[in-house]
């Protein structure tokens, strides 16, 4: 059976039993219920896997602190018992991701806005702040239940964010286009708050949605934890969104297949115009 496992929230049994066809976040676990999973479920095809800030800028032939600075628009979110991933997204208070990782299983929000929050490490500290829930613009409020191309949100936090720059809106994504994939929030890595990097490629088209988006599969490493999170094209500029992975065995390292891969929402369409729109609300205005 092929097993497809979006990355913030389902039941153990679901996850243990891979009766859930859909792709479904798993981020949503407590600790307790995460050690009673046999493996970690990171999806990874060989080994050019995700690395440090400092590792990736050594490859990279970059400066760590600059890598560091550059990417401090992406940041852990925590609504309710779930966590993924976000990014500062044209303005220092709205934030991208995917849908699932603010409505569970049965449509409604995980968390009200005292309990919704996205953190980010700007020069070194963690800065956390509160996300405006009545704010959220999502492809679909119900991502379980619908096709994962609709699987994306907007939304405004209650203030703004210094000291990040947030990412710009890049190009219509393309198969074959060259990316980086910027991981927060992986239950496999530093706790979720420690960020990892990797370079890759937009794959295959899968499908596309209604309201403009399409859904891609890509081939960095990716895994449980790290839904919403970015894929940049060159220059910091986001093209996309981590959703979720499928394959037939998510916790081996596998070459990259149609039974084995990870998958992205472009910021097209609906999605685009959605953040243009909570930006240029008069409370996302940038303060700076």
Request: hydrophobic letters at 45%; charged letters at 20%; proline letters at 4%.
């Amino acid at each position: 059976m092929l097993h497809i496992i979006r990355a913030a929230a389902v039941s153990v049994f679901s996850l243990l039993a891979c009766v859930e066809l859909k792709a479904a976040p798993i981020d949503a676990l407590s600790a307790a219920e995460l050690n009673l999973l046999p493996t970690a479920r990171v999806v990874v095809f060989g080994p050019e896997a995700r690395l440090s800030i400092q590792d990736f800028a050594t490859r990279n032939h970059l400066d760590p602190t600059t890598v560091a600075r550059n990417h401090a628009a992406s940041g852990v979110i925590h609504c309710g018992n779930a966590r993924g991933a976000g990014q500062l997204t044209l303005t220092d208070s709205v934030i991208t991701t995917a849908a699932h990782v603010f409505f569970d299983e049965q449509g409604g929000l995980r968390g009200d806005s005292g309990h919704c929050v996205f953190t980010a490490i700007i020069g070194g500290q963690e800065v956390t702040t509160s996300i405006d829930v009545k704010s959220i613009v999502a492809g679909d409020k119900q991502p379980y239940a619908h096709p994962a191309v609709h699987d994306w949100a907007v939304a405004r936090l209650m203030r703004p964010v210094q000291g990040a720059a947030p990412y710009t809106l890049g190009p219509r994504a393309e198969a074959g286009s060259a990316i980086e994939f910027v991981a927060r929030g992986h239950s496999d890595w530093g706790g979720g708050k420690s960020m990892s990097l990797e370079d890759c490629r937009l794959r295959d088209q899968l499908s596309a949605g209604g309201e403009g988006t399409r859904e891609f599969s890509f081939d960095c490493d990716a895994g449980v934890g790290a839904s919403g999170g970015a894929l940049l094209e060159s220059g910091g500029k986001l093209v996309g969104v981590f959703v979720g992975y499928r394959s037939i065995a998510p916790d081996k390292a596998m070459p990259f297949s149609a039974q084995h891969y990870n998958f992205a929402v472009s910021v097209d369409g609906a999605f685009r115009k959605a953040v243009e729109a909570v930006a240029a609300t008069p409370a996302a205005v940038s303060a700076r």
